[in-house]
């Protein structure tokens, strides 16, 4: 049997205990992200100017913001809850050719890489998901 401890500022009465539990298991998520964010540069800045470290910010939070789209739209799996360094392995280190065809991009993933299923129903996902009204 495992047993856990959390503290909350939560007044007493005002939510049942697997409500506490719930809202702590999902600030556990958040805090998963902002790791992951500062494995991805959010906390290491380039210079002692301000506006150099805003415009980097920026791109690292970027940075941060695709995977973490990419994971909850695309991905499932291992691959749904992976770190950075996993994800920039398996998916952005792929042995892949962009050839043109019938006027077409098209994507030729190496038949022999091991995360190619994930990748191709990643695509697929990606070109099923329902366009913007702009």
């Known amino acids: 049997m495992r047993h856990q401890v959390f503290r909350t500022d939560t007044p007493y009465g005002e939510g049942s205990w697997q409500h506490l539990e719930v809202r702590h298991r999902a600030h556990a998520r958040v805090e ?3 790791r992951s964010g ?3 540069g959010i906390g290491r800045f380039p210079s002692r100017h301000f506006q150099i470290n805003a415009a980097w910010l920026e791109l690292a939070l970027t940075g941060a913001d695709l995977p973490a ?3 909850d739209l695309l991905l499932d799996g291992e691959l749904a809850t992976a770190g950075p360094k996993m994800l920039r392995y398996r998916l952005l280190r792929t042995a892949a050719r962009i050839t043109r065809g019938s006027r077409r991009p098209r994507l030729r993933i190496s038949a022999t890489w ?4 994930e990748l191709i129903s990643a695509f697929t996902r990606l070109a099923n998901l ?3 009204a702009t």
Do not use: E, L, V, Y
């Open 32 to 34: 998963d992200r902002i």
């Open 38 to 40: 500062k494995t991805t």
């Open 69 to 71: 789209w990419t994971q």
């Open 114 to 117: 091991p995360w190619r299923n």
């Open 130 to 132: 329902p366009q913007s």
